[in-house]
């Protein structure tokens, strides 16, 4: 069965402390990898998306790293608006390709 | 260009009573979705409508869930004989589903409270 299991389930930073976090996922056949981020009370906004191992995607002080079982969103040097939730969504060959299957998120809170 | 919209942003409304919920799409988007998330919980799939095909309504948890989408563009989610557990904001997200491009887009949500 499909599966994107996402960790830490919540992460503390203080402002300029890097990190990654992490989402590994067992698809069938991987079609695209999603990253989203989400703020309270507002829909997700779409990030990045990664296709095939290898594949690095950057916006700022985020990048999006994709190996054959997971794929890393690195912040380096955070700041107190990068705060929010992060979500990884994955594209499967199986069935009904047309939905994507979620994670659960990672809570990001970064402290000035 | 004008992203996805979904009215109203915020509904309550009294257990047993029925409620529409909107979404206007992003203009050329041919695959729009409906989901829910409740608090601290992830996406819940409800259905997809993907061009003139027929959508795929597996997501729905009741018969009492029912959504349409016209002309493939704005689509309405109904629930009728609304529960208090149907409380959760309710998520539409509209895709190209072509050329490459399958991330989705996702509307501000509605938020609604079944007292």
């Known amino acids: 069965e499909d599966q994107v299991t996402q960790s830490p389930e919540a992460l503390r930073l203080q402002e300029g402390e890097s990190s990654s976090l992490n989402c590994s996922y067992t698809?069938?056949?991987?079609?695209?990898l999603f990253w989203y981020r989400q703020d309270p009370g507002k829909g997700p906004e779409f990030l990045f998306t990664l296709y095939s191992a290898g594949e690095e995607k950057e916006k700022e002080r985020l990048k999006a790293t994709l190996t054959k079982k997971e794929s890393f969103l690195h912040i380096t040097a955070p700041k107190p608006e990068d705060s929010a939730t992060y979500l990884c969504?994955?594209?499967?060959?199986?069935?009904?390709?047309?939905?994507?299957?979620w994670g659960l998120g990672t809570s990001l809170a970064v402290n000035p | 260009g004008a992203g996805v919209s979904q009215s109203p942003s915020n509904k309550v409304t009294e257990k047993g009573k029925d409620v529409e919920l909107r979404c206007d799409p992003i203009s050329g988007h041919t695959a729009l979705y409906w989901y829910r998330q409740s608090l601290g919980q992830g996406l819940e799939f409800l259905i997809y409508f993907q061009g003139n095909s027929a959508p795929d309504k597996s997501g729905l948890p009741s018969d009492r869930f029912s959504a349409e989408r016209t002309g493939g563009s704005v689509s309405t989610l109904t629930i009728q004989r609304t529960q208090q557990e149907d409380s959760a904001v309710y998520l539409c997200a509209s895709s190209l589903m072509g050329q490459g491009r399958y991330e989705q887009y996702f509307g501000p949500g509605t938020r609604l409270t079944v007292t």
């Open positions: 698809v069938s056949g991987l079609r695209g």
């Open positions: 969504a994955v594209r499967s060959n199986a069935g009904n390709n047309r939905k994507l299957i």
